[in-house]
C-alpha cells in the first residue's frame, strides 16, 4: 500500500514537470512561429500538468503544508510560459529600441 | 584564422586535457557498469569502490578543467588585453594536471587505507565524491585562487568591469571558498555531513550553474551575436533564480542527516520551486532558437548550446523534481534513481555546456572565417551521447524504482531486503542495459574525439581537394 502511494506521488511529480516543460516549448515555438495551433495544443499540457499537480495535491500521504506549496507550484507553472514569454520579448524589444 | 592571446592558447590546453579525462570518467563508469552485474569482475585488482571514486572525481575535475578553459578562453575577449597573470596561470595547469596524475594513481595502486592522518591527507579523504586527499584539495583551492586573481587582476589592469564580469568574480569567490567547507573534518557524522553537502549540493549546483551562465552568455555573445544587455539581464535573472531556490533547495540533503526538524520544510519548499526557473529558462532558448533559425558557422557549438537549456529542464528538473519531496525522498534517497537524476543532470548543465564551449574554441583555431563547423561525426556523436545518456538514465531510473518500490517502501531496508532487490529480474535487467547503453555512450565519445581531433581540417582538405579537382 505504501509503495503503491509513494509510486503515484513519484509518478505525478515526474509527469508534472515534464508536460511543464512540454507546455512552455510549444508555447514558445507557437508564439515564435505565428502558429495558434501549436500556442494551443501547448494549452493541453498545460491542463495535463494542472492534473498530474492535482494527482499529487489530493494524495492522502501528504500533509495540508505540502498540499498548498505544490497546488502553489502547479498554478505557478500555468503562468510561466506567458509571463516568460513577455518578458524575453520586451527585453528584446527594448535593446532594439 | 584568429590570433590568439596567450590565455587562449593555455585554454586550450584545459581543453584537450579536459576532453581525456571525459574518456577516462567513461572508462572507469563502464568498468564500475560491468562489475553491478558481475561483482567479481577485476576484484582484487581494480575495486568497485575505486572505479565509482574515478568515475567521479574525473568527471568533477575535467568539467572544472572546461569551465576554467572557457575562463581563459573569454577574458582577453572580455577585456581587450591579454591575462595578467599568465605565467601563473600556466604554472596552475601543470601543477593541476601533476596533481591529477599523482592522485589517480594512488588510487590505483593503494585503492585504500587505514582511517589515519596519512590517508586522508596523502591517500584519500574517504568522503564520497571529494575523496581527493588533502594535499590535492589545497591544490584544487589554490588553482581557483589563481584564476580568481587573474580574473581581478586583468579587469583591474584593463580598467573594466562588466556586469558578466561582476558575477564571474562573486562566484569565483564562492566557488574556492565552499571548497573549504568540504575540508572540515570531525568525528561527529551528522556535522560532518551538513559541510560535506556544502561542496556537494552548494559548490556543484550553485556556484557551477553560475559559472556556465556566465561562460553560455559569452558564447552567446561571441556565436549568435546576442547582445550584451540581453545576455547581462538575463544572467542577473537567473543567478537571483539559482540562488533563490538553489541555495535552500540544499536543505533536501539535509532530511536525513541529523539536522533539525526546520530543514524538513524549508528543504522541501525550495526544492518544489527549483524546476520552476528551469522551465522559464527554456523560453529563451526557443525564442533564441527561433531569432537565429539555427543558422550559424558553427552549429555544433550551437546545438550542444541548446542541449544544454533543455538537458538542465529534463535532468534537474524533472529527474530532480520525482523525488525530492522528502515523503518520497525517504524511500528514493541514495538509491539508483538519484544515480538516474544526476547522470542526467550533469550531462545537460555541465557536460553539454564544456562541448559548446569546446567547439566554439574549434571553430576559432581550425576552421577559416567563413568556413563552416557542420561535418557529418559530430551529429553521430551529438545523437549517440544523448540516446546513450537517456538509456542509461531510463535503465537506471527502472533500478532505483524497483530499489525504492521493494527494498524500502515494501520491504523495509534492511540488509536482506537490500539483497532481495539487488537481485530483483527488473534491477538485473536495467544494470544489463545501462551497461548496453553506457557502451554506446562510450562510442560515441570516441566518434567525438575523432571529430574534435580532425574537424576543420578535413573541411579544409575536401575544400583543397575541390579546388584541385
Known sequence: MLAETIYKLMLYGFLMVLFAGAYAILYAMGRFSGLPLLTRASYSFALLQFLSGLGMVLSPYLDLLWRVIILFSTFAYLFIPPVMWRVVVEMHKRHEE | ?469
Open chain 2, 1 to 469: 584564422m584568429e590570433r590568439l592571446y596567450e590565455s587562449q592558447k593555455l585554454a586550450l590546453w584545459y581543453f584537450w586535457t579536459a576532453i581525456i579525462l571525459f574518456g577516462a570518467q567513461l572508462l572507469f563508469g563502464l568498468l564500475a557498469a560491468i562489475q553491478f552485474i558481475n561483482p567479481d569482475f577485476l576484484y582484487g585488482t581494480l575495486n568497485f569502490m575505486t572505479n565509482r571514486m574515478l568515475h567521479i572525481n574525473a568527471m568533477v575535475v575535467w568539467l572544472l578543467m572546461g569551465f576554467i578553459a572557457g575562463i581563459y578562453w573569454f577574458l582577453p575577449l572580455e577585456t581587450g588585453r591579454e591575462v595578467v597573470g599568465i605565467k601563473l596561470g600556466k604554472l596552475a595547469y601543470f601543477a593541476f594536471v601533476g596533481a591529477v596524475a599523482v592522485v589517480v594513481l594512488v588510487y590505483l595502486l593503494k585503492q585504500y587505507g587505514s582511517g589515519d592522518f596519512f590517508t586522508m591527507w596523502f591517500i584519500t579523504e574517504g568522503r564520497e565524491y571529494i575523496e581527493a586527499p588533502r594535499w590535492a584539495d589545497i591544490g584544487i583551492v589554490a588553482v581557483a585562487l589563481i584564476v580568481a586573481f587573474n580574473v581581478v587582476g586583468t579587469a583591474v589592469a584593463a580598467r573594466r568591469l562588466t556586469g558578466i564580469l561582476g558575477v564571474l568574480m562573486v562566484d569565483l569567490a564562492f566557488l574556492f571558498g565552499l571548497y573549504l567547507a568540504g575540508m572540515f573534518f570531525t568525528p561527529n557524522i551528522s556535522v560532518d555531513q551538513f559541510w560535506w553537502w556544502w561542496v556537494v549540493h552548494l559548490w556543484v549546483e550553485a556556484t557551477w550553474e553560475v559559472l556556465v551562465g556566465v561562460l553560455m552568455g559569452w558564447l552567446l555573445m561571441h556565436l549568435l551575436g546576442t547582445p550584451r544587455k540581453i545576455i547581462e539581464a538575463w544572467l542577473y535573472v537567473e543567478v537571483m533564480l539559482v540562488f533563490g531556490t538553489g541555495i535552500l533547495g540544499l536543505g533536501h540533503h539535509y532530511y536525513w542527516i541529523g539536522t533539525p526538524e526546520y530543514w524538513l520544510g524549508i528543504g522541501g519548499f525550495f526544492s518544489s520551486l527549483e524546476p520552476l526557473p528551469l522551465v522559464a529558462m527554456v523560453i529563451h532558448a526557443v525564442y533564441d532558437a527561433g531569432v537565429h533559425k539555427l543558422k550559424t558557422v558553427n552549429r555544433p557549438a550551437l546545438f550542444w548550446a541548446f542541449a544544454q537549456a533543455f538537458g538542465n529542464l529534463f535532468g534537474a528538473g524533472v529527474w530532480g523534481f520525482m523525488h525530492t519531496l522528502p515523503q518520497i525522498n525517504l524511500f528514493s534517497h541514495g538509491t539508483q534513481l538519484a544515480a538516474a537524476h544526476g547522470h542526467l543532470a550533469f550531462f545537460g548543465a555541465y557536460v553539454s555546456a564544456n562541448l559548446a564551449l569546446f567547439y566554439f574554441a574549434l571553430g576559432k583555431t581550425r576552421v577559416k572565417e567563413g568556413y563552416i563547423l557542420n561535418g557529418t561525426p559530430w551529429k553521430i556523436a551529438y545523437v549517440g551521447l544523448i540516446i546513450g545518456m537517456f538509456g542509461m538514465t531510463a535503465a537506471l531510473t527502472v533500478a532505483g524504482f524497483a530499489q525504492t518500490m521493494i527494498e524500502r517502501a515494501t520491504l523495509g531496508s534492511t540488509w536482506e531486503a537490500f539483497m532481495q532487490a539487488q537481485m530483483h529480474p527488473w534491477m538485473e535487467e536495467a544494470f544489463r542495459w545501462r551497461l548496453f547503453f553506457g557502451v554506446m555512450f562510450f562510442l560515441s565519445y570516441i566518434i567525438l574525439l575523432y571529430d574534435l581531433l580532425t574537424a576543420g581540417r578535413r573541411v579544409e582538405a575536401l575544400r583543397e581537394a575541390e579546388v584541385a579537382g
